[in-house]
Every structure is written in C-alpha cells, then in structure tokens.
C-alpha cells in the first residue's frame, strides 16, 4: 500500500464538500418528486444514480484514510462523517424506491413535509461541510448545527403525528405498510442528518 507522508487536507475537504453537495441535490430531488408526482420511474432513476455517486465518494474517502499518513481530522472523526452522511443519502434513496415499488399514486402532505425537512437540513450540512477547512471558522459552524437539531425535532413531531393519522384514518391495512415503511426511511434521514451534526459540532469542539 502507498502512503502519502504529506497531509492531503484539502482533498478530505473537497471530497467532503463533494459529498455535502450530492445530498443537497439528492434532497432536492426527492422533494420535487413528491411535490410534483411525475415522471416517477425517471425521478427515483436519478435518485439511485446519485446514491451509487455517493458510495463511490465515500470509498474514496476511505481509501484516503489508508493511504493517508497524516489526516486533517482524527480517522474516527473523517469515517464516520463520511458513513453518517452516505446514510442520508441511502435513507434518501430507500424512501424513493418504496414509493416506486410500492406503486403510491399520489403523495401525502406529511411525506412532502418531512422531504422539505430534509432538505433543509441538507442545505444547513453543506453549509456547514464547506466550512470545516477554515479553522478559524469553525466555531460558526455551530448555528448551521443547531438547525439541524432544530428541523429534526420539527420532523419527529410530523412523522409521529402522521403515523398517528394513518391509524386514526381511513387508510387500508396494505396502504398503512406501504407508508409506514416510507415514513420510517424519511424519518431516519432525518435522524442521519442530526448524527452528521453531531460528528460535526464533535469536530468543532475538538479544533475551534
């Protein structure tokens, strides 16, 4: 194995950037699809596309980790980062494949809201994510983190609540499992951004 004596910083950085990037358009794209309920088959092909991007985004940052003998951040911080933030991308990814799979013909108001609310957390991330190679920056990394904490206690209150209304309602026993299991892959993006958020404010605590 080929090791690098030289820290390659800014290629940690640009790869983590890079990352921060595909969930922005990978959130976009699954609030489009649920907002504008078209071109599914096309949508989640897009969707699947970019999971399979990040998965080689991700390897690659491992790959780095080894081969790298001196890292910017402590490995356990960078793998995990890396991990946490390709499991947003792959509960992203889930959550638009069982909408596929499961033939939904048209979207719930919560599965748009809680896909809104994973965008947003998304753009906070990449916000966040572009900031880490400015140490004497980090400590602003805080406020983008504390939104995140902040859309995901708003997106638990939006998946219990419709896990609520789908039991109340009158939703088939087979379309309640259908959603049930779309809202859980939704939800635990949420979940995933909120762990991303907290390697992160890790990261700051450690370097700021």
């Given at each position: 194995?080929?090791?690098?004596?030289?820290?390659?910083?800014?290629?940690?950085?640009?790869?983590?950037?890079?990352?921060?990037?595909?969930?922005?358009?990978?959130?976009?794209?699954?609030?489009?699809?649920?907002?504008?309920?078209?071109?599914?088959?096309?949508?989640?092909?897009?969707?699947?596309?970019?999971?399979?991007?990040?998965?080689?985004?991700?390897?690659?940052?491992?790959?780095?980790?080894?081969?790298?003998?001196?890292?910017?951040?402590?490995?356990?911080?960078?793998?995990?980062?890396a991990?946490?933030?390709?499991?947003?991308?792959?509960?992203?990814?889930?959550?638009?494949?069982?909408?596929?799979?499961?033939?939904?013909?048209?979207?719930?108001?919560?599965?748009?809201?809680?896909?809104?609310?994973?965008?947003?957390?998304?753009?906070?991330?990449?916000?966040?994510?572009?900031?880490?190679?400015?140490?004497?920056?980090?400590?602003?990394?805080?406020?983008?983190?504390?939104?995140?904490?902040?859309?995901?206690?708003?997106?638990?209150?939006?998946?219990?609540?419709?896990?609520?209304?789908?039991?109340q309602?009158?939703?088939?026993?087979?379309?309640?499992?259908?959603?049930?299991?779309i809202?859980?892959?939704?939800?635990?993006?949420?979940?995933?951004?909120?762990?991303?958020a907290?390697?992160?404010?890790?990261?700051?605590?450690?370097?700021?």
């Amino acid at each position: 194995m080929r090791f690098s004596l030289i820290p390659r910083s800014g290629h940690f950085y640009e790869l983590f950037e890079e990352m921060a990037r595909k969930l922005v358009v990978a959130s976009e794209a699954l609030a489009d699809l649920l907002e504008h309920f078209e071109n599914v088959e096309a949508k989640t092909a897009q969707l699947k596309a970019l999971e399979h991007e990040a998965d080689d985004v991700t390897h690659e940052i491992y790959r780095e980790v080894h081969q790298t003998f001196v890292t910017p951040l402590d490995r356990e911080d960078i793998a995990a980062l890396a991990q946490r933030m390709d499991d947003v991308m792959d509960f992203i990814e889930g959550a638009s494949t069982a909408i596929r799979i499961y033939g939904i013909t048209q979207p719930t108001q919560a599965s748009r809201g809680l896909a809104d609310l994973i965008r947003l957390q998304c753009l906070q991330l990449e916000r966040a994510v572009s900031t880490l190679r400015h140490r004497s920056r980090l400590k602003s990394i805080l406020e983008q983190l504390k939104e995140v904490n902040r859309l995901e206690n708003e997106a638990d209150t939006l998946f219990l609540n419709s896990m609520a209304d789908m039991f109340q309602g009158e939703m088939s026993s087979v379309d309640i499992i259908k959603w049930r299991d779309i809202y859980n892959q939704l939800e635990r993006a949420t979940d995933s951004c909120e762990q991303v958020a907290h390697i992160l404010e890790a990261i700051v605590l450690k370097h700021a």
